[in-house]
């Protein structure tokens, strides 16, 4: 099953993710997470990003298309993969397109999650309030990031709409009304 899954910041994706991979026994590819471990960890990456984090702003295509091309050729993805949080620019889906062309593989959907803004911006908040540590939780920064989404990362959804993989779910409600209706859409077996 090789799935990406799509939204603004706050939409739940990470929380989701958690259920979706369990489910299909595929790895999670969150490229935020594997920018915050790299710079927690002080590598050569993490100095060269900490900044753009920080801000809110997008980490060059270049350095992201690197990153998961590495991940996803490790042997855990053979059986699928969740991306989550990229792509996230037209570039980027440009690059996965011909990455999984070129190994002869398929996506099977692309997992939109609709939230109205008012709820992100709020949603986001109380996770900073409740220490979920993120340096990039604040009002400025969560506004900048949904405005980095509409600008950025909204025309990724509509291409993988022209193409037809798109399924957009409802991201109100309890997280496992929202995972039931994710799965609802999603094949039952996974094609591996
Ligand atoms: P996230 O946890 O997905 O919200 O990502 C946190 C931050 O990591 C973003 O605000 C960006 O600075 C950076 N980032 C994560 N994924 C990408 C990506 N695909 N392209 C560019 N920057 C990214």
Same mark, same amino acid.
Request: charged share 25%.
């Given at each position: 099953?090789?799935l990406?899954i799509?939204?603004?910041p706050?939409a739940? +994706? ?5 259920f979706i ?6 790895p ?6 594997m920018l ?10 993490? +100095?060269k990003? +900490?900044?753009? #984090?920080?801000?809110?702003? =997008?980490?060059?295509d270049?350095?992201l298309i690197a990153?998961? $091309? !590495?991940?996803?050729q ?7 993969? =969740?991306?989550? *949080?990229?792509p996230?620019t037209?570039?980027q889906a ?5 990455? =999984?062309?070129?190994r002869?593989?398929? &996506? $099977?959907?692309?997992?939109q ?8 911006i ?5 996770r900073s309030?409740?220490?979920? *540590? ?5 009002r !400025?920064?969560?506004?900048?990031? =949904?405005?980095?989404?509409?600008? #950025?990362?909204?025309p ?6 022209s193409?037809?993989?798109? +399924?957009?779910?409802?991201g109100? *409600? ?8 994710i799965?609802?859409? &999603?094949?039952?077996?996974?094609? *591996?």
């Open positions: 099953m090789r990406i799509v939204g603004p706050g739940g +994706k990470g929380t989701q993710a958690e991979i369990k489910h299909f026994g595929i999670h590819i969150a490229t935020g997470n915050r471990d790299a710079v927690a960890s002080g590598t050569e990456l993490g +100095k990003v +900490k900044a753009v #984090l920080d801000r809110g702003d =997008l980490v060059s270049d350095i990153l998961v $091309d !590495e991940r996803l490790q042997a855990d993805c053979k059986r699928g993969f =969740l991306l989550d *949080g990229f996230r037209l570039p440009q690059a996965l397109q011909k990455l =999984l062309t070129g002869n593989l398929q &996506l $099977d959907g692309v997992v999650l609709v939230v109205p803004d008012e709820v992100l709020q949603r986001i908040l109380s309030q409740q220490g979920a *540590g993120r340096s990039d939780d604040t !400025e920064v969560a506004e900048k990031r =949904l405005k980095v989404f509409r600008d #950025l990362t909204a990724v959804i509509e291409f993988y709409r193409l037809g993989a798109v +399924k957009e779910i409802d109100l *409600g309890s997280v496992a009304d929202v995972t039931q209706r799965l609802s859409v &999603l094949p039952r077996a996974a094609v *591996g």
